[in-house]
């Protein structure tokens, strides 16, 4: 009697319970179709799903973050962690950190172009010192320090890319990175110009492109880029930031520099 | 027999809608209402104390994320022991005794609960979801005065339609919970199983994607069956992170909340329908 | 005509059939179970007070969560005027009053009544001068707009009943409906079942107070552990048909003994003869009754010798 009241509670449970599991089972399958594209977006844009590229976050205090959708603030939290290894001239620390923020969250492009800055700029300062200052060791070995720092900054950046395809500003950043680091110039030229390249790009890409094309003595290329970019700037008075008078004034130098004949001088429009 | 009697009794919205109204009245009268929507509001507001840290634009995202981080932990604390409080403080206390001898059917009795919860943190999500945009917008007044020299050197500015979606998003997934808690609390025999349960079911869908990677990846047969399992049958809350929506409103994005919000509803259904099936068996 | 019929065919159906009703509850660790009620077979006629007593534990209050179909009998069947109790749409026709009522304490009076007067589907017109009198007949009519936590134990019964009554049910079930109650709010709500079956209502009534049982109940049924011991009409279970009790003057012994014998002359058999028992709960109604017309009194006086 026993044994049968035992087996039939455990029969109408199991029952219960193999129902619910078939029902949702069922549901979650017809589901696949309409969640897959949602959740391959989710996958694209969020690395720190995919388990084993934030491993090194586990036992860091990020597993429930993580874990519980909380990933942006969990990112922000890094994010203020790597700015405090940077205080301390923490290399190790902040280096980890940074690579923990970018797998957690890619979206931020303030993460990538900060980080990279922290590596190129900062943490060639800080090796430096540490080996005794810029005074006490050789000059190649505070250069190679420099150049693979900055070598690290770039391969950060061009991580980011996967995540923002032909941003300007990260082609900037490695633009400049090329420019005062590596001193590559023709380097730094051409990703100031992917950078102008785009619909968002900030008014001085364009700029300095010029800029970069006359520093190699490409004035010819330098005055036709000016004068296509020209048209295309608002007045000055309605964005001080497109620079047109300056802009202007840097055609006219260079059309002085070629000895442009005046007739085939460029005209801007009459506002 | 009576002839009132032999007239059988429908499903009526109506008798959910009292039912519902009565929950809400029930739910927004707890402490833990009132108490967990301050709590969060003084977080959201209190987020625009982080320009001490100057972050420029990026600054709006972390208003952003701290807000939404907020809603969602609060939210999700608010619907379980909101939703377990209506249904198993009823049963525990027996108020349901005169309600289940009207003319009620239990599937109204649930559908009303579901509702009357439901509401409730929808309020909450509103009331947090509107501080977050209006401390983002003063935020933005002055992170983005007047003229830029290029919308992207600030981030794009507030992201307001990612947190308006975000905030929907976290709205239906929180409907979803409510109709999990609600199964679970239809056989629960103690308040207290009935929370840690739907904690653990809380923390089990937020990890749903693992299982469903191990069901693709994983080595064992045992690991891949258990995982796939687990990948069918809970639904993924990682999916209803609006986080990936924050940075633009295209059509394209905006479609896949579409998605996820279908794909909310239909589990919500799902969970609904079993959680009135468990609690019709259930003996008061 | 088939109106007639109608209410004619209601009258003679059983307001309420409980038959064969067996309930088992399995006990922790699933060896053992628990028969709470036994082969239990029960008919209320429609119009009848009809009391179900029995000590706690009895199975009293599982009969009536069967009836009610808040529980699944493990055998057997419960009808309500045909309809099983199981099925919602049963529940029409019912009031229902449980044990030791728990209210929503964040609701008034008022907002309870009007709560389940919206469930029970009465329409807005006329719905809240509905609810004021039934208010008045429970006697809350002051306490309608307090909330119902701060509401004394014998309030919540009466706000209980009146949400029972709040349909105007033709079968009430009231589970244990003066538990807690002092006498006087006792006697109103005994005056107040008894006034449902002047208007034709059956009541089925669960209560471990005797006295109060004999006072109102047509008949009885008594519950022993889930058996049914007995079941009847109080006359015939009490032997009362066939006799009567008169109240006179104490008589000498004399007199007494003269009384005796005449009675014997004409057939009859004096029993006994004893002090007719003086009730504490009627002496105690007294009491308060006559103090009531006392304070009431100087102010009649007054009035008498302003003139």
Redesign the interface.
Known sequence: M?RR??VS?IWTWGA?AA???L???T?????RP??A???A??VR??PS?Q?RSVEGAMGQGLTLGL???????A??LLW?RANAGWERCDIAGTSAALALVAAV?S????FWLNGARMIGYDMPFWRIEAAGGEATLPTAVVCHVTEAQARAAIAHLEKAFVHHPD???LHIEIANLLLQKLDDLPGATEHYRLAAQQP?????AARIYAELLRQQGRERAAYDWLVALHPTLPPER????AMADTVLARIRELEEKLALAPASRYQPRRE | MNEAQSVPLRFSCRRVGVLAGHAFLEAVRQRVFQFTTLLTAVLVVGSLGLRELDFGGAELKFIADFGQGALVLFGSVLTIVTTVQLLGGELENRTVLPVLARPVRRSEFICGKFLGAWAVVLVFCAVVTALLLAALWVRELSVLAGPTEAPVLHGGGAPYVGVLVGGALQAVKFGLLTAMVLLVGSYAQSNLFAQSASFLLLAICHLQYLARDAWQTGHGWLERLGGGLIGLVFPNFQLFGGEYLMAGADGATLALAGRVAAYGAVYTAAFLALAVWSFRQREI | MAEIDNVAASRRQPAIEISHLTKDYPLPGGRQRVRAVDDLTLTVATGQIFGLLGPNGSGKSTTLKALLGLLRPTLGECLLAGVPGSNPAAHRAIGYLPEAPYFPRFLSGRELLRFHAKLCGIPRTGREEHLAELLTRVGLAQAADRRIGSYSKGMLQRIGLAQALVSDPPILILDEPTAGVDPVGAADIATLILEQKSRGKTVLLCSHLLTQIEEICDRVAILHRGRLLAEGALDELLGRCDRQALVVDSLPAVELTAFREWLGERGGTLHGVERPPARLDRFFLQTLEQAERVAAAPAAVTGADSR
């Open positions: 026993m009241v035992v509670k219960r129902t619910m599991v029902m949702l089972g549901v979650g399958l017809a589901l309409l969640e594209p949602a959740w977006a989710q844009q969020q799903l388990w874990l519980g959708g909380f990933r942006a603030l990112a922000d203020l969250d979206r931020p492009i303030g941003h300007p500003l968002t790009a900030p008014y001085y309605e964005n001080p930031y």
